[in-house]
């Protein structure tokens, strides 16, 4: 996940962005809560082609020199007001000589008010693909390959993949971006339209490259971002120095807002539906904060780790579970429990939360 994340906020990085937002952190007094089920299913984030939109050709009249650039506009960044809107991103890599994708990242996000949804896929190296599905406190998330996680909103760290639309990032480091005139309709809105090049890019060290180009499109009203198409060359000025990336090799960049206000209908991903029921392992009755996903589950406990060792040595003897004292271990950093029945196996990993009243407890079964 760590490594997704990565590839997440590389969207942000290639701009000038800093970190995003702070780890999540849990606190032991949170009281118990539980899972809610999910409402509604779907099926399938969007999948990406190898093709991006046309970048807007512009042959419309420049604004001389002097004359109005993107500084002198109040740009409208907060789209927390907003009812609704999608925010799309995508980032592709092309080889110089083939002219072939070497890499493609397309990112889907969807905001209807405490119902989110972010999708990312990723092509080329380190094809990986993740859906995020928030339903007002409870989280789901759907990792290509290992299915369906179920979390506490407060776990999900969501502040990650919100740091995406933060327009600010990349709106106020281009503010020599100048008018062209007139007015064009993009994404359905009547949009102002700006034009950049290298010399009109203020970007931090290590930002873009010496050969790039680019369009910004704001909605003539609200000044609020509706599409931003930056076009170069040399992505290793981007931070991705991985070998078979050359000087040579062309990038696109292309962020497009749209649905603003258009209600939007956030659905649970039909391989969480069984994830959000209640799993069949004993828990202690105080878990709260839980995680799932296919045979593990994972959750706090205020009781001690002796206590929670105990519960589950007399509870899965009741249903037929042999602890296995070889294959387990105790101590008061980490205890490892082993159980067989039948031809099934559990393990369970119970340990005290450093500086809290409280305990963890993992559960995997095979």
């Known amino acids: 996940m760590?490594?997704?994340?990565?590839?997440?906020?590389?969207?942000?990085?290639?701009?000038?962005?800093?970190?995003?937002?702070?780890?999540?952190?849990q606190s032991a007094d949170i009281p118990p809560t539980a899972t809610p089920a999910p409402v509604a299913t779907e099926n399938v984030a969007p999948t990406p082609t190898n093709t991006l939109p046309a970048?807007?050709?512009t042959t419309t009249e420049a604004a001389d020199d002097g004359e109005e650039t993107l500084a002198d506009v109040a740009?409208?960044?907060?789209?927390?007001?907003l009812d609704s809107y999608q925010f799309t991103a995508e980032y592709v890599i092309v080889d110089g000589d083939s002219a072939?994708?070497?890499?493609?990242?397309?990112?889907?996000?969807?905001?209807?008010?405490?119902?989110?949804?972010?999708?990312?896929?990723?092509?080329?190296?380190?094809?990986?693909a993740v859906t995020m599905v928030v339903q007002g406190a409870q989280a789901y998330m759907v990792l290509e390959g290992l299915g369906c996680s179920t979390m506490p909103?407060?776990?999900?760290?969501?502040?990650?993949?919100?740091?995406?639309?933060?327009?600010?990032?990349?709106?106020?480091?281009?503010?020599?971006?100048?008018r062209i005139r007139p007015n064009e309709m993009i994404n359905g809105v009547e949009a102002a339209h700006y034009q950049f090049d290298s010399t009109a890019l203020s970007l931090q060290s290590g930002g873009i490259g010496t050969r790039a180009t680019g369009d910004i499109y704001l909605d003539a009203v609200t000044n609020r971002l509706?599409?931003?198409?930056?076009?170069?060359?040399?992505?290793?000025?981007?931070?991705?120095?991985?070998?078979?990336?050359t000087s040579d090799d062309t990038f696109s960049i292309v962020y497009n807002v749209t649905d603003v206000g258009v209600p939007i209908d956030i659905l649970v991903p039909d391989s969480c539906t069984n994830s959000a029921e209640t799993p069949s392992y004993p828990q202690l009755p105080d878990a709260y904060d839980m995680t799932t996903m296919n045979n593990m589950v994972f959750y706090y406990t205020?009781?001690?780790?002796?206590?929670?060792?105990?519960?589950?040595?007399?509870?899965?003897?009741?249903?037929g579970w042999v602890y296995v004292d070889t294959d387990s271990t105790l101590s008061p950093q980490t205890n490892l429990l082993s159980f067989t029945r039948d031809d099934?196996?559990?393990?369970i990993i119970i340990s005290p939360v450093a500086d809290q009243d409280a305990t963890t407890v993992t559960i995997m079964g095979e």
């Open 2 to 25: 760590r490594r997704l994340i990565c590839l997440i906020l590389l969207l942000i990085m290639l701009i000038g962005c800093g970190n995003s937002g702070e780890e999540a952190t």
């Open 55 to 57: 970048a807007v050709v």
């Open 75 to 81: 740009v409208a960044n907060d789209f927390t007001e």
């Open 100 to 128: 072939e994708n070497l890499q493609r990242i397309d990112v889907r996000w969807q905001y209807a008010g405490d119902d989110q949804r972010f999708d990312l896929n990723t092509r080329g190296v380190d094809a990986q």
């Open 153 to 178: 909103v407060a776990n999900a760290n969501v502040t990650q993949f919100a740091e995406i639309v933060n327009t600010e990032q990349f709106t106020e480091r281009l503010g020599d971006a100048r």
């Open 226 to 245: 509706v599409r931003l198409v930056i076009e170069g060359s040399d992505p290793q000025a981007f931070g991705m120095n991985d070998a078979q990336f």
């Open 302 to 319: 205020l009781e001690t780790p002796e206590q929670a060792v105990a519960f589950y040595q007399e509870s899965l003897a009741t249903e």
């Open 344 to 347: 099934e196996s559990l393990t």
